[in-house]
């Protein structure tokens, strides 16, 4: 799996990227990512790449002939047109759903905005998928990069120690993960679940189920409309709502 971002902070991404998994990955080349700064195709001597925009109003736009520049040498180093996203607040809620669909490509292109947005002929021309990490607004895109960075990066085969750990956690089935314990067996007078020290795993499963769908409903009821669930899980979910 090959990342490039095409950014105005280069060394925003390479330095976050070298840390924790997805800097392990790197490491272990499961994966890459190159950062390409957009200023670098400037057609000016101070590296502008964006101007006042047409019709008025506050704030500057990106021009599109840097992107499309560093978008084309992207194209003629690989020998096609990869997938490109662009984060922006506009663009679709992002899931993990998205991350699946995202890792199953073998080269992702991220485009970062700044200012007030990019010239939108740029996007026309190269985006394939528009991306909105959440309904608010930051002031550029290269954090919501590293966020879908590093939801792919786990999902790349080999990347986690465990790799059960990508297919049993949130969202991966369409429900919250159920809580987690570890040593000590008591943390300020709360013990460990009985059930969970017992060692039958058919009983300590169906404990997990039962919780993963209760903080569900507690947390994100959304979610059990389009979960897959058994006539057993709706019953428990009835119980709950008796309660």
Partial sequence: MNFYV????PEMIQEAVMTSITGRAITDEK??????NIRDYADNDYGQIDDYPYGGGAGMVMQAPPIYDAYQDIVKELGYKPRVIY????GKTYEQSDAKSFAEEKDIVILCGHYEGVDERVLEEIVTDNISIGDYVLTGGELPALVVIDSITRLVPGVLNNDDSAVTESFEDGLLEHPQYTRPAEFNGKEVPEILLSGNHAKIDEYRRQESLKRTYERRPDMLESADLSEKDREFIDSIKSD
């Fill in 87 to 90: 984060m922006t607040p506009q």
């Fill in 6 to 9: 095409l950014t105005l902070f």
């Fill in 31 to 36: 994966i890459s990512v190159k950062a390409i």
